[in-house]
């Protein structure tokens, strides 16, 4: 079957703009997370999703991050006014459930390039 | 908080030896999850091996091999015969059984496989 998709693969903008990645999961995982791999900081977490409810949005740089899920499906990642700090590749998983032995399934990322 | 920590940025190895990359946890959680990840040049997470905090037996899925030693709070993977396309990033990860369902990543290995 189909994996997590992520789109768009590359994306330029220059600073100060909005952009919004997008993360289609696998169906009928209910469980979807948010990444961010950068070469100063590593791989760190954003947030998670259980169906559309996000409980830990704790990871989330500042408010110029947000993101939802609508229909236990399709998440839309959103930063606004972007800076060139937020340059990094956003990685997107997916899981049946949450909790112990639920493995998360990766996307392919989105490199994302502030000028 | 979880923190992971792998000790070693890279490793070379002869094709055909098995090789065993480091990983070392610290947690306040009393039940969690060990998982490492490879990532090929290419960018995607793909997902090697699990262990739970209380598995009485460590975990095996064909060449690879989970070395856990839950009072030494480490787990090591050992790759069995190593291959060319072997030859990657390697990470390290814990999630807490309950809270946050986020994967805390070690800072990884970059693991070459030498002909």
């Known amino acids: 079957g189909a994996g997590v998709s992520q789109s768009p693969s590359n994306k330029v903008t220059e600073k100060g703009k909005d952009v919004e990645l997008r993360c289609d999961p696998i169906?009928?995982?209910?469980?979807l997370y948010w990444y961010r791999q950068s070469l100063g900081q590593g791989l760190e977490f954003l947030i998670y999703f259980q169906g559309n409810s996000a409980p830990d949005k704790s990871g989330l740089p500042s408010d110029r991050f947000s993101a939802e899920r609508t229909g236990g499906s399709v998440s839309t990642l959103t930063i606004q006014r972007t800076q060139q700090e937020d340059s990094a590749v956003y990685l997107c998983?997916?899981?049946?459930?949450w909790g112990q032995g639920y493995e998360q399934y990766f996307g392919p990322g989105t490199r994302l390039t502030v000028t | 908080a979880q923190k992971i920590t792998q000790t070693q940025p890279g490793m070379f190895v002869q094709e055909k030896e098995a090789v065993t990359l480091d990983c070392t946890y610290d947690t306040s959680d009393p039940s969690y999850g060990l998982f490492w990840y490879k990532q090929p040049s290419s960018g995607e997470m793909i997902f090697l091996i699990y262990q739970g905090s209380y598995d009485q037996q460590n975990a095996t899925e064909g060449r690879y091999s989970l070395n856990f030693q839950k009072a030494r709070k480490s787990a090591n993977l050992v790759i069995s015969a190593s291959q060319l396309g072997d030859s990657a990033m390697y990470f390290c990860a814990m999630i807490p059984i309950q809270g946050a369902q986020k994967l805390v990543f070690g800072q990884g290995t970059r693991l070459t496989i030498n002909p």
């Open positions: 169906s009928g995982h209910t469980a």
């Open positions: 998983a997916s899981s049946e459930g």
